[in-house]
């Protein structure tokens, strides 16, 4: 059946930050809605029929959902989790946290919470860490399965530098992606991510492994993390003392393309930016975990200059909000500390369309474009009262943008659709 959804429309067709041409605003549009996905987008008044049954989310914004493209979903009980820079922070609380993910039962009641916390901050897509446990992916992708959410993500592979409890071996971490790829990628809008934790925690033997995996199954994102504590790097260089630098440990086992997704990628070297750029591989800045565990101020403009696609996440739980809206409040004040701007229209397009060409997935999520998914965030500038203050000083759509770039939370989140149904305990407009 065909539904029409109606209020203040806005999405992107090009990134602010390269052409003026960038965006579609239009005060009172609507979007029609047929089993899942976008029919057309345009003016109320060309869309709207008699017949056709219609909600009215007027005077909020409608956007494309937002995109996380690194999160870790065993992380959900260790968010604000107190002191200690990235490796403490490991070996304190994350790992340990993880080990509880071997239990089936601890794994499925952890991914409805998270998958409804992402839905409740207006985020409709993510590309998610699991635990080193087969049971943690299979409860994610059978949660995100039910809710018919895009989600990208994969058992982590790690056999060394940690509890016991957390490692694999090569052949377990191969055997258990291999399998889980097989059932879950492709599956409805499930997608595998082959996800080596990190260098630290995978041994050569592993990573050997991975490329191996990345081989077969090209199709498959790869998802890790890269140079985002200085203490981390010169520890990964200790375990590969062959490799030029960081990024040569995966360069080496054959990872790099645009299918690799590295989050933080803070304290790079020349040839490591360019290597980045040449062959495509994505850097994810994390900003609300940067800022936490004090790793370093991530340099999007010199990224860009060099040609490297950028994309922004929660990481969560390292990051402390499950909020892109956060998200986007702390990626601003990370870049005014590099000197670097970042105009409300840019961060918008960074968090839906941007992320989704990071993702190479821009032809199903990230705009309103016929076709794609109907996975739609719902806005209030006016959520809080101290939100709804400021607006009475607000000329612009920009101005808008801004207020909730830098005030707003959950809380702003009036609604979120994924695959065209109305998923959070939404408030109507009267009483917005």
Request: hydrophobic share 40%; aromatic share 8%.
């Amino acid at each position: 059946m065909q539904h029409l959804i109606r209020g203040r429309v806005l999405d992107f067709h090009a990134d602010p930050a390269d052409s003026d041409d960038n965006h579609r605003y239009l005060p009172d549009g609507a979007i029609l809605t047929e089993g899942g996905k976008i029919v057309a987008v345009d003016d109320y008044a060309n869309l709207a029929r008699p017949d056709l049954p219609e909600t009215d989310h007027r005077p909020w914004l409608i956007l494309p959902g937002f995109i996380d493209p690194h999160i870790h979903f065993p992380q959900v009980q260790v968010i604000a989790s107190w002191g200690a820079q990235l490796l403490d922070w490991l070996h304190t609380y994350t790992f340990p946290e993880e080990a509880r993910f071997a239990d089936s039962d601890h794994a499925t009641r952890m991914a409805g919470f998270f998958l409804d916390q992402l839905i409740a901050h207006g985020t409709t897509s993510a590309a998610a860490f699991c635990s080193v446990h087969a049971t943690s992916a299979e409860a994610l992708f059978t949660a995100a399965e039910a809710r018919d959410m895009a989600m990208i993500a994969g058992k982590v592979m790690m056999d060394r530098n940690a509890l016991p409890a957390v490692q694999d071996t090569p052949q377990q971490g191969y055997d258990d992606s291999k399998r889980l790829l097989e059932k879950w990628h492709g599956r409805g809008r499930q997608r595998y991510a082959i996800t080596p934790r990190f260098a630290i925690t995978s041994s050569p033997e592993q990573m050997e492994a991975t490329g191996a995996l990345a081989r077969e199954y090209p199709q498959c994102h790869v998802q890790t993390h890269m140079s985002e504590n200085l203490e981390e790097i010169d520890f990964t260089l200790s375990l590969y003392p062959q490799a030029r630098d960081y990024l040569d440990v995966y360069e080496s086992h054959g990872l790099l393309s645009e299918r690799l997704l590295l989050g933080h990628c803070i304290h790079l070297r020349e040839r490591e930016i360019m290597r980045l750029a040449e062959s495509g591989s994505r850097a994810v800045f994390c900003p609300t975990s940067n800022l936490f565990l004090g790793s370093g101020l991530f340099d999007r403009d010199g990224l860009r200059k060099a040609g490297v696609t950028t994309a922004v996440a929660t990481d969560v739980g390292g990051g402390s909000s499950y909020s892109m809206l956060q998200t986007l409040n702390e990626g601003y004040k990370i870049l005014q500390l590099r000197g670097q701007m970042l105009h409300p229209l840019q961060a918008f397009h960074w968090a839906t369309r941007g992320n989704a060409l990071a993702l190479g997935m821009q032809d199903s999520i990230g705009t309103l474009a016929p076709g794609s998914a109907a996975d739609l965030v719902v806005l209030d500038a006016r959520a809080t009262p101290a939100m709804a203050m400021r607006m009475e000083r607000a000329e612009t759509l920009s101005e808008e943008l801004f207020i909730l770039q830098i005030m707003g939370d959950d809380r702003s989140v009036a609604q979120t659709y994924v695959s065209g149904r109305p998923m959070k305990a939404g408030r109507s407009p009267a009483s917005g």
